[in-house]
């Protein structure tokens, strides 16, 4: 996990639906990830350059939570 930090971006760790930090691409790195011992969950994490979490949900995935999440750490959106 560490090396995804090198270029400075954040983390999402994301259930499977990018779509939510694509307008983020320049600053955020999405990683699918899927827990184990969970499977029937869709949780998702924002991970900051220095490796803390700053947000995770643990229940049903919300992109527009995500978004709000993304928007409050990171800026506005990335501009096409």
Do not use: H, I, K, Q
């Amino acid at each position: 996990m560490a090396t995804r930090f090198r270029d400075g971006r954040a983390v999402v760790l994301d259930p499977g639906t990018a779509s939510a930090a694509a307008e983020w691409g320049s600053r955020v790195e999405v990683v699918t990830a899927r827990p184990l011992a969970f499977p029937d969950r869709r949780p998702a994490a924002l991970v900051r350059p220095d490796g803390y979490v700053v947000w995770a949900s643990v229940g049903e995935f919300d992109e527009g939570e995500l978004r709000s999440v993304l928007e409050r750490w990171l800026g506005p959106a990335d501009r096409s």
